[in-house]
C-alpha cells in the first residue's frame, strides 16, 4: 500500500522519471505509479502540471510536485527521518551539489539525445560535445565512489538514469564510453550494484528498442 497517499505520473524511458523513482526507493517509499501516454495525456497530468504538461509528476496528500530535481530534493526535505540524505547537510557542500544537478539538467539530455538522432558530420560533432560533456563529470567525480563521496547522493541520483541510454548512444553513435571515460562507468556500474538504482532503470535494450521506435516515427532513420 502507497504510504500517505503518494503517486507517481512516469513515462518508463524517461530519465527524469527515474530520478523520482531512485529517491523514493532510497527513502523506502512506496507509492502508486501511473504511466502516461506524451502524445495523449491524462486529464490528471494536464490537471497537476497546467503549465509544463510534463511528467515526472509527484502526487503526495493530493498536492503535486513538478520537475525532477525539485521533487528529488522535496522527497528528501520531507521524509527525513528516512535512512539517510540525499542531499549534504553542510550549505556549501549543498550549493555544489545542487550545481551540478543544474549542470546534467542543462547539459546532459541534450547531448545523449543529439548523438541518438544525429546523422553524418553533425552526429560527428554532437558525439564530441557530448564525450566533453561526460569529461567535466568525470573530472568532477575524480575518485571518489560517489560525487558527494562515501555515499550515494543527490548528484548520483540526477545523473545516473542517464546511463540506461548509453548503450544507444554507443550504438548509434559508434562510440565506447567505457574507453573515453572509463572512471565514470566505474561509478556507473557501483550505482547499479544498489538495489534502490537497479530496481529503477530499465533494461538498456529496451530503452534501444524504445529509441529505434521514435526515430521510425518521427523520420530520423
Known sequence: MAEANVVLLDFWPSSYGMRVKIALAEKGISYECKQEDLEARSSLLLEMNPVHKMIPVLIHNGK????????????????????????????YKRSQARFWGDYIDKNVYNAVKRVWTGKGKEQEEF?????????????ELGDKPYFGGEDFGYVDVALVPFTSWFYTVETCGKLSIEKECPKLMAW????????????????????????????QRHGLE
Open 188 to 215: 556507473a556500474k557501483r550505482c547499479m550494484e544498489k538495489e534502490s538504482v537497479a530496481t529503477s532503470l530499465p533494461h538498456p535494450h529496451q530503452i534501444y528498442a524504445f529509441a529505434m521506435q521514435y526515430k
Open 127 to 139: 558525439k564530441k560535445q557530448f564525450i566533453q560533456c561526460l569529461k567535466t563529470l568525470e573530472y
Open 64 to 91: 503535486p510536485i513538478c520537475e525532477s530535481l525539485n521533487i528529488v530534493q522535496y522527497i528528501d526535505e520531507t521524509w527525513n527521518h528516512k535512512p539517510s540524505s540525499l542531499l549534504p547537510s553542510d550549505p
